[in-house]
Nanobody, 123 residues
Framework: VQLQASGGGLVQAGGSLRLSCVAS????????MGWFRQAPGKEREFVSAISWNGVSTLYADSVKGRFTISRNNVKFMVTLQMNSLKPEDTAIYYC?????????????????WGQGTQVTVSS
């Protein structure tokens, strides 16, 4: 499974961005998917995850209420709508396909990773 993430960019604090991740295979439609991010000098951290059917979602406390994850299994796509962005949201964002049907906060539970898309939020 190959993943192509897009939608990153430069935005002012308080602005919005919409990240998209498209999977190359239908297989991803049966798996949970997630978003992680890594800021310079920091470890990769969990952002959000969604179950195979879109019913169950998870969010990091730092983004809860501001970010929304969704998926379209017809298009093999998962999106992350990011609102009220803060400078501390600046990072490279990675999408990933989980081993099973449910999303997870644990990066080790993901088997396939995209190449990442840069999000920069200016103050």
């Amino acid at each position: 499974v190959q993943l192509q993430a897009s939608g990153g960019g430069l935005v002012q604090a308080g602005g919005s961005l919409r990240l998209s991740c498209v999977a190359s295979r239908r297989t991803a439609s049966n798996n949970g998917m997630g978003w992680f991010r890594q800021a310079p000098g920091k470890e990769r951290e969990f952002v959000s995850a969604i179950s195979w059917n879109g019913v169950s979602t998870l969010y990091a406390d730092s983004v809860k209420g501001r970010f929304t994850i969704s998926r379209n299994n017809v298009k093999f796509m998962v999106t992350l709508q990011m609102n009220s962005l803060k400078p501390e949201d600046t990072a490279i964002y990675y999408c990933a396909v989980a081993r099973g049907s449910w999303g997870s906060r644990d990066a080790s539970m993901y088997t396939y990773w995209g190449q990442g898309t840069q999000v920069t939020v200016s103050s």
